[in-house]
């Protein structure tokens, strides 16, 4: 059954740091989506994209993210300068359409990765 | 006022006990109702959905909708220690989707 994936499963990095989370979504799937999950809080809507811009985004979704396709099959969000309240699982997420009614708009979840700003 | 409210638990049952779980919700645009469930360290997992109101069974599983009351509920029969996991409601217009905290479940064998 295909499934999305993500690398790396846990990333630790310096405050200040760069970092890039890669997914890599269901190949047939045209919507791809980013959450966020700070440990023992609720899964956070960040961003979504489709055809290669963003459709809609958080207010978490500061300057400091940015995502990018930059072939046929990676989907990345990168933080530019990390800071501790980035700590956090990023789920990435994509789905075929957004079409209400279709059953064609579930999301399904990639088993996600660990961020962790030291 | 949050979009999704969900009472965290944690919940514990024992093996066989009919589970009932619930949320509300306050944006009357939402159509579709996801539950996800999620196991330690891993991505949610799409389990059902309904449209709208209703009621919708699969298996051991029941997902009610009352848009009237935004009430959102999931029920589970005959629970299996298998089905110990974090539950996330996920009320959504189609694109965007917001997510209850989650609802802890054991079930103890």
């Known amino acids: 059954e295909p499934e999305v994936t993500q690398t790396p499963s846990h990333q630790v990095t310096q405050m200040g740091q760069e970092v890039i989370l890669r997914c890599v979504p269901i190949?047939?799937?045209?919507?791809f989506y980013w959450y966020r999950q700070i440990l023992g809080q609720k899964v956070e809507f960040l961003v979504s994209?489709?055809?290669?811009?963003?459709?809609?985004k958080s207010e978490i979704f500061d300057d400091q993210f940015s995502v990018e396709r930059p072939d046929g099959s990676n989907f990345t969000l990168k933080i530019r300068s990390t800071k501790l309240e980035d700590s956090a699982m990023y789920f990435c997420?994509?789905?075929?359409?957004?079409?209400?009614?279709?059953?064609?708009?579930?999301?399904?979840f990639g088993p996600g990765t660990r961020l962790t700003v030291l | 006022q949050k979009e999704v409210e969900q009472d965290p638990g944690p919940l514990s049952v024992p093996e066989g006990a009919i589970v009932s779980l619930n949320c509300t919700y306050s944006n009357s645009a939402f159509q579709y109702f996801m539950w996800y469930r999620q196991y330690s360290r891993k991505g949610p997992e799409l389990l059902m959905y309904t449209y709208s109101s209703g009621n919708k069974e699969d298996g051991r599983f029941t997902a009610q909708v009352d848009k009237s009351s935004k009430y959102i509920s999931l029920f589970i029969r005959d629970s299996q220690p298998s089905d110990s996991a974090t539950y996330l409601c996920?009320?959504?217009?189609?694109?965007?989707?917001?997510f209850g905290t989650g609802t802890s479940l054991t079930v103890i064998p």
């Open positions: 997420a994509s789905s075929v359409t957004i079409q209400p009614g279709l059953g064609t708009d579930t999301q399904y």
């Open positions: 190949s047939n799937h045209l919507y």
């Open positions: 994209f489709y055809n290669n811009e963003i459709s809609e």
């Open positions: 996920a009320p959504n217009t189609g694109n965007q989707f917001y």
